[in-house]
Nanobody, 121 residues
Framework: QVHLVESGGGLAQPGGSLRLSCAAS????????MSWARQAPGKGLEWVSG????????YYADSVKGRFTISRDNAKNTVYLQMNSLKPEDTAVYYC??????????????WGQGTQVTVSS
């Protein structure tokens, strides 16, 4: 059974940092590209960042470029999102997603349940 379990969300002050983790099980993690997406209250899903199955070619949305860093550890079946210089507009539920194949572009096969990130003073 496939599981993607996000953790690390919470409350952060503007300018602060959080590190999200997504632990995967039930599939061959190293064969899947991984991404993070988010949904703010009253808004649609926004793709935030993606990474190839081998850990190369990270992608970032313009809204997070230079502040967020995606990485993965295929030995631990985990993908991370380091979020620095957080802004109130980063407040959202963050989801990780897995797509079979090396490239992060295209339709995703599995989604996690999400973790809430709130940026507020």
């Amino acid at each position: 059974q496939v599981h993607l379990v996000e953790s690390g969300g919470g409350l952060a002050q503007p300018g602060g940092s959080l590190r999200l983790s997504c632990a995967a099980s039930g599939f061959t993690f190293s064969s899947y590209a991984m991404s993070w997406a988010r949904q703010a209250p009253g808004k649609g899903l926004e793709w935030v960042s993606g990474i190839y199955s081998d850990g190369t070619n990270p992608y970032y949305a313009d809204s997070v470029k230079g502040r967020f860093t995606i990485s993965r550890d295929n030995a631990k079946n985990t993908v991370y999102l380091q979020m620095n210089s957080l802004k109130p507009e980063d407040t959202a539920v963050y989801y990780c997603a897995a797509k079979y194949g090396s490239d992060w572009s295209g339709s995703y096969d599995y989604w996690g349940q999400g973790t809430q990130v709130t940026v507020s003073s």
